[in-house]
């Protein structure tokens, strides 16, 4: 069974950091690209970064672009995202998806298996 399992947020002050990862069981991530997606309250999902199936090719929207990093370990089957300098405007719930092969994008029609999502709130 193909699985991607969020690690728990929370809550953080505002210019405090966080690291999400993504576990993925049931398949070897070497073969996919992982994206990350989050969706705040009365707004549509947003598609924040991706990282190709063999790294070495990321992608951030503006609004993470120099304070969010994203990375995997395909060794481990987990992608990881670190995020810094976070705001108010970063509380949102966070998924990881998954798409088989090269193309780094955050289309997520593209994404064929997705995470349950996980909740972080940036907040003082």
């Known amino acids: 069974q193909v699985q991607l399992v969020e690690s728990e947020g929370g809550l953080v002050q505002p210019g405090g950091s966080l690291r999400l990862s993504c576990a993925a069981s049931?398949?070897?991530?070497?073969?996919?690209?992982i994206g990350w997606f989050r969706q705040a309250p009365g707004k549509e999902r947003e598609g924040i970064s991706c990282?190709?199936?063999?790294?070495?090719?990321?992608y951030y929207a503006d609004s993470v672009k120099g304070r969010f990093t994203i990375s995997r370990d395909n060794a481990k089957n987990t992608v990881y995202l670190e995020m810094g300098s976070l705001k108010p405007g970063d509380t949102a719930v966070y998924y990881c998806?998954?798409?088989?092969?090269?193309?780094?994008?955050?289309?997520?029609?593209?994404?064929?298996?997705w995470g349950q999502g996980t909740q972080v709130t940036v907040s003082s």
């Open positions: 998806a998954a798409k088989r092969g090269p193309i780094c994008s955050v289309s997520e029609g593209t994404y064929g298996d």
């Open positions: 049931g398949f070897t991530l070497d073969y996919y690209t």
């Open positions: 990282i190709r199936n063999s790294g070495g090719i990321t």
